[in-house]
T-cell receptor, first 115, second 114 residues
Framework: GAGVSQSPSNKVTEKGKDVELRCDPISGHTALYWYRQSLGQGLEFLIYFQGNSAPDKSGLPSDRFSAERTGGSVSTLTIQRTQQEDSAVYLC?????????????FGPGTRLTVL | GQQVMQIPQYQHVQEGEDFTTYCNSSTTLSNIQWYKQRPGGHPVFLIQLVKSGEVKKQKRLTFQFGEAKKNSSLHITATQTTDVGTYFCAGPEGSGGGADGLTFGKGTHLIIQP
Protein backbone atom coordinates (compact mmCIF):
# COMPACT_ATOMS: atom_id res chain seq x y z
CA GLY A 1 0.00 0.00 0.00
CA ALA A 2 0.96 3.66 -0.15
CA GLY A 3 3.44 4.91 2.38
CA VAL A 4 3.64 8.23 4.16
CA SER A 5 3.72 11.09 1.68
CA GLN A 6 4.92 14.63 2.21
CA SER A 7 4.72 17.78 0.15
CA PRO A 8 6.45 19.71 -1.11
CA SER A 9 9.62 17.68 -1.40
CA ASN A 10 11.66 20.86 -1.50
CA LYS A 11 10.85 24.37 -0.37
CA VAL A 12 13.01 27.44 -0.72
CA THR A 13 11.77 30.53 1.01
CA GLU A 14 13.00 33.92 2.10
CA LYS A 15 13.65 34.78 5.70
CA GLY A 16 10.53 36.13 7.36
CA LYS A 17 8.04 34.28 5.15
CA ASP A 18 5.61 31.66 6.41
CA VAL A 19 5.68 28.08 5.11
CA GLU A 20 3.30 25.15 5.30
CA LEU A 21 4.44 21.55 5.09
CA ARG A 22 1.99 18.75 4.51
CA CYS A 23 1.96 15.13 5.60
CA ASP A 24 -0.37 12.35 4.51
CA PRO A 25 0.03 9.39 6.86
CA ILE A 26 -0.54 5.77 5.98
CA SER A 27 -4.25 5.07 5.84
CA GLY A 28 -5.49 3.67 9.14
CA HIS A 29 -2.54 4.92 11.17
CA THR A 30 -3.75 6.79 14.21
CA ALA A 31 -0.49 8.32 15.38
CA LEU A 32 1.42 11.00 13.47
CA TYR A 33 4.78 12.52 14.32
CA TRP A 34 6.86 15.41 13.03
CA TYR A 35 10.65 15.44 13.29
CA ARG A 36 13.33 17.80 12.10
CA GLN A 37 16.71 16.71 10.80
CA SER A 38 19.45 19.24 10.31
CA LEU A 39 22.26 18.47 7.88
CA GLY A 40 24.27 15.47 9.05
CA GLN A 41 22.46 15.38 12.37
CA GLY A 42 20.03 13.10 14.12
CA LEU A 43 16.29 13.54 14.28
CA GLU A 44 14.69 16.04 16.61
CA PHE A 45 11.16 15.28 17.80
CA LEU A 46 8.77 18.18 17.24
CA ILE A 47 5.16 17.19 17.80
CA TYR A 48 2.92 14.17 18.07
CA PHE A 49 -0.76 13.62 17.25
CA GLN A 50 -2.87 10.71 18.40
CA GLY A 51 -6.12 10.56 16.46
CA ASN A 52 -8.18 13.68 17.11
CA SER A 53 -6.70 14.31 20.55
CA ALA A 54 -4.86 17.51 21.43
CA PRO A 55 -1.25 17.18 20.27
CA ASP A 56 1.84 16.87 22.40
CA LYS A 57 3.66 20.08 21.46
CA SER A 58 6.53 19.62 23.88
CA GLY A 59 9.15 19.37 21.14
CA LEU A 60 8.30 22.50 19.17
CA PRO A 61 11.38 24.78 19.25
CA SER A 62 9.51 28.08 19.35
CA ASP A 63 6.05 29.64 19.12
CA ARG A 64 6.68 30.24 15.42
CA PHE A 65 6.01 26.54 14.91
CA SER A 66 2.51 25.11 14.94
CA ALA A 67 0.82 22.04 13.58
CA GLU A 68 -2.64 20.73 13.07
CA ARG A 69 -4.20 17.50 12.01
CA THR A 70 -7.56 17.57 10.31
CA GLY A 71 -9.98 14.70 10.64
CA GLY A 72 -7.39 12.53 12.28
CA SER A 73 -5.52 12.16 8.99
CA VAL A 74 -3.61 14.82 7.07
CA SER A 75 -1.32 17.09 9.07
CA THR A 76 0.15 20.49 8.32
CA LEU A 77 3.25 21.91 10.00
CA THR A 78 3.40 25.69 9.78
CA ILE A 79 6.47 27.78 10.41
CA GLN A 80 5.85 31.50 10.70
CA ARG A 81 8.44 34.19 10.07
CA THR A 82 11.03 31.64 9.00
CA GLN A 83 14.62 32.04 10.10
CA GLN A 84 17.78 30.63 8.52
CA GLU A 85 18.20 28.22 11.42
CA ASP A 86 14.87 26.64 10.41
CA SER A 87 16.59 25.18 7.33
CA ALA A 88 16.41 21.41 7.68
CA VAL A 89 14.61 18.34 6.43
CA TYR A 90 11.21 17.99 8.08
CA LEU A 91 10.17 14.38 8.39
CA CYS A 92 6.73 13.06 9.13
CA UNK A 93 6.08 9.56 10.44
CA UNK A 94 2.98 7.59 11.28
CA UNK A 95 2.28 4.48 13.27
CA UNK A 96 -0.70 2.19 13.52
CA UNK A 97 -1.36 2.20 17.23
CA UNK A 98 -0.71 4.09 20.39
CA UNK A 99 1.92 1.87 21.94
CA UNK A 100 5.50 3.02 22.29
CA UNK A 101 6.46 -0.25 20.68
CA UNK A 102 4.75 0.56 17.40
CA UNK A 103 6.97 0.99 14.38
CA UNK A 104 7.07 4.46 12.89
CA UNK A 105 7.02 4.72 9.12
CA PHE A 106 8.71 7.79 7.75
CA GLY A 107 7.83 9.87 4.75
CA PRO A 108 10.47 11.15 2.32
CA GLY A 109 10.65 14.51 4.06
CA THR A 110 10.46 18.14 2.99
CA ARG A 111 13.79 19.88 2.56
CA LEU A 112 13.33 23.48 3.70
CA THR A 113 15.88 26.11 2.80
CA VAL A 114 15.52 29.57 4.24
CA LEU A 115 17.58 32.17 2.41
CA GLY B 1 15.60 15.12 29.67
CA GLN B 2 16.28 11.76 28.12
CA GLN B 3 19.44 11.48 26.05
CA VAL B 4 20.42 8.80 23.58
CA MET B 5 24.06 8.69 22.59
CA GLN B 6 25.64 6.75 19.77
CA ILE B 7 29.25 5.97 19.02
CA PRO B 8 31.13 6.20 16.82
CA GLN B 9 29.81 9.14 14.85
CA TYR B 10 31.64 7.99 11.72
CA GLN B 11 33.07 4.60 10.81
CA HIS B 12 35.15 3.85 7.73
CA VAL B 13 35.58 0.18 6.90
CA GLN B 14 36.86 -1.84 4.01
CA GLU B 15 34.24 -3.88 2.24
CA GLY B 16 34.07 -7.25 3.95
CA GLU B 17 35.08 -5.97 7.37
CA ASP B 18 32.72 -6.03 10.33
CA PHE B 19 31.05 -2.94 11.79
CA THR B 20 29.52 -2.19 15.17
CA THR B 21 27.64 0.84 16.47
CA TYR B 22 26.76 1.36 20.11
CA CYS B 23 23.82 3.14 21.65
CA ASN B 24 23.47 4.32 25.25
CA SER B 25 20.51 5.90 26.95
CA SER B 26 20.52 8.06 30.05
CA THR B 27 17.31 6.33 31.17
CA THR B 28 15.92 2.82 31.07
CA LEU B 29 14.05 2.20 27.84
CA SER B 30 10.87 0.21 27.40
CA ASN B 31 12.13 -0.67 23.94
CA ILE B 32 14.75 0.39 21.47
CA GLN B 33 14.36 0.72 17.74
CA TRP B 34 16.97 0.85 15.01
CA TYR B 35 16.60 2.71 11.74
CA LYS B 36 18.75 2.98 8.65
CA GLN B 37 18.92 6.08 6.50
CA ARG B 38 20.56 5.82 3.11
CA PRO B 39 22.26 8.95 1.75
CA GLY B 40 19.54 11.31 0.57
CA GLY B 41 16.81 9.04 1.90
CA HIS B 42 14.59 8.88 4.93
CA PRO B 43 14.86 6.65 8.00
CA VAL B 44 13.61 3.13 7.49
CA PHE B 45 12.74 0.89 10.38
CA LEU B 46 15.03 -2.10 10.86
CA ILE B 47 14.07 -3.74 14.11
CA GLN B 48 12.74 -3.29 17.61
CA LEU B 49 14.04 -4.86 20.81
CA VAL B 50 11.85 -5.06 23.88
CA LYS B 51 13.21 -7.64 26.30
CA SER B 52 16.21 -7.30 28.57
CA GLY B 53 19.21 -9.07 27.01
CA GLU B 54 17.35 -9.66 23.76
CA VAL B 55 19.34 -10.59 20.66
CA LYS B 56 17.84 -10.52 17.18
CA LYS B 57 19.42 -11.31 13.84
CA GLN B 58 18.60 -10.20 10.34
CA LYS B 59 20.96 -11.93 7.92
CA ARG B 60 24.31 -10.22 8.52
CA LEU B 61 22.91 -7.82 11.14
CA THR B 62 22.86 -8.67 14.85
CA PHE B 63 21.04 -6.45 17.32
CA GLN B 64 21.43 -6.62 21.09
CA PHE B 65 19.57 -4.98 23.96
CA GLY B 66 21.44 -4.69 27.22
CA GLU B 67 20.41 -6.41 30.42
CA ALA B 68 19.65 -3.06 32.05
CA LYS B 69 17.75 -1.90 28.96
CA LYS B 70 19.91 1.22 28.74
CA ASN B 71 22.20 0.22 25.91
CA SER B 72 22.08 -1.53 22.60
CA SER B 73 24.34 -2.45 19.73
CA LEU B 74 24.12 -3.22 16.05
CA HIS B 75 26.77 -5.43 14.49
CA ILE B 76 27.14 -6.01 10.77
CA THR B 77 29.23 -8.95 9.64
CA ALA B 78 31.17 -8.75 6.38
CA THR B 79 29.94 -5.34 5.26
CA GLN B 80 28.79 -4.77 1.70
CA THR B 81 28.48 -1.53 -0.24
CA THR B 82 24.71 -1.71 0.20
CA ASP B 83 25.22 -1.25 3.94
CA VAL B 84 26.31 2.35 3.42
CA GLY B 85 24.19 4.83 5.34
CA THR B 86 23.49 6.21 8.78
CA TYR B 87 22.26 3.90 11.49
CA PHE B 88 20.12 5.43 14.21
CA CYS B 89 18.95 3.99 17.46
CA ALA B 90 15.85 5.46 19.06
CA GLY B 91 13.97 5.10 22.29
CA PRO B 92 10.55 6.35 23.32
CA GLU B 93 10.37 9.90 24.67
CA GLY B 94 9.39 10.11 28.30
CA SER B 95 8.34 7.33 30.59
CA GLY B 96 4.63 7.92 30.94
CA GLY B 97 1.82 6.01 29.33
CA GLY B 98 0.74 6.51 25.77
CA ALA B 99 2.77 7.08 22.69
CA ASP B 100 5.21 9.92 22.24
CA GLY B 101 7.88 10.71 19.75
CA LEU B 102 11.16 8.89 19.67
CA THR B 103 14.43 10.22 20.99
CA PHE B 104 16.99 9.48 18.32
CA GLY B 105 20.69 9.16 18.72
CA LYS B 106 22.79 11.28 16.36
CA GLY B 107 23.51 8.19 14.31
CA THR B 108 26.59 6.40 13.09
CA HIS B 109 27.61 7.15 9.52
CA LEU B 110 28.96 3.99 7.90
CA ILE B 111 31.31 4.59 4.99
CA ILE B 112 32.52 1.55 3.05
CA GLN B 113 35.58 1.55 0.86
CA PRO B 114 35.55 -1.03 -1.92
Amino acid sequence: GAGVSQSPSNKVTEKGKDVELRCDPISGHTALYWYRQSLGQGLEFLIYFQGNSAPDKSGLPSDRFSAERTGGSVSTLTIQRTQQEDSAVYLCASSYGTSKTDTQYFGPGTRLTVL
Amino acid sequence: GQQVMQIPQYQHVQEGEDFTTYCNSSTTLSNIQWYKQRPGGHPVFLIQLVKSGEVKKQKRLTFQFGEAKKNSSLHITATQTTDVGTYFCAGPEGSGGGADGLTFGKGTHLIIQP
